[in-house]
T-cell receptor
Framework: AQTVTQSQPEMSVQEAETVTLSCTYDTSESDYYLFWYKQPPSRQMILVIRQEAYKQQNATENRFSVNFQKAAKSFSLKISDSQLGDAAMYFCAYRSGNQFYFGTGTSLTVIP | GAGVSQSPRYKVTKRGQDVALRCDPISGHVSLYWYRQALGQGPEFLTYFNYEAQQDKSGLPNDRFSAERPEGSISTLTIQRTEQRDSAMYRC??????????????FGPGTRLTVT
């Protein structure tokens, strides 16, 4: 069965600094997709970044980038120049076919 | 509306009652997903529709849970004979397509169900 593990229940970062959130997953599939979602206190789910497993190049979206290590089944999220608005719960998600699997989340605090 | 909507936003019901949760996806979105999210946890997959066809219901916890999407648009998740352990946030998400590409899922605001 596919599983997604986020080993850091809570993280904190100083405003303007960089933080990395870790995610590992378990799969026997070769074709899949990975996502990071942000859930602010409003509890909306907002897509931050996505990565296709067949692409070797790491995805980047402005201040957000990933370190995708396919062999290690690792998919970490790096947030650069952290802002107060980045404070939220972050979920890593794996998709193969029509099923999505989410990790348990990492709560990020941004310290002014 | 531009986004996925869900109703009601909050539902309090007594144990043993049936509840129906509604999801109105983004117009034109083919795929619709239902998730359950407990506090402090990530969303847990329940079921998935492609148009009106329920493609996967392997995540439904037991036969008290059912879902339908009769016209390929609005979907209803029904929980019969509710139990306290059913209390959670129930989320709906839709996307342009389900199995191809990195199609983004757009999540609704969720229905917070409390069973007393």
């Amino acid at each position: 069965a596919q599983t997604v593990t986020q080993s850091q229940p809570e993280m904190s970062v100083q405003e303007a600094e960089t933080v990395t959130l870790s995610c590992t997953y378990d799969t026997s599939e070769s074709d899949y997709y990975l996502f990071w979602y942000k859930q602010p206190p409003s509890r909306q789910m907002i897509l931050v970044i996505r990565q296709e497993a067949y692409k070797q190049q790491n995805a980047t979206e402005n201040r957000f980038s990933v370190n995708f290590q396919k062999a290690a089944k690792s998919f970490s999220l790096k947030i650069s120049d952290s802002q107060l608005g980045d404070a939220a719960m972050y979920f890593c998600a794996y998709r193969s076919g029509n099923q999505f699997y989410f990790g348990t989340g990492t709560s990020l605090t941004v310290i002014p | 509306g531009a986004g996925v909507s869900q109703s009601p936003r909050y539902k309090v019901t007594k144990r043993g009652q049936d509840v129906a949760l509604r999801c109105d996806p983004i117009s034109g979105h083919v795929s619709l997903y239902w998730y359950r999210q407990a506090l402090g946890q990530g969303p847990e997959f329940l079921t998935y529709f492609n148009y009106e066809a329920q493609q996967d219901k392997s995540g439904l916890p037991n036969d008290r849970f059912s879902a339908e999407r009769p016209e390929g648009s609005i979907s209803t998740l029904t929980i019969q004979r509710t139990e306290q352990r059913d209390s959670a946030m129930y989320r709906c998400a839709s996307s342009l397509a389900g199995t191809g590409g990195t199609y983004e899922q757009y999540f609704g605001p969720g229905t917070r169900l409390t069973v007393t």
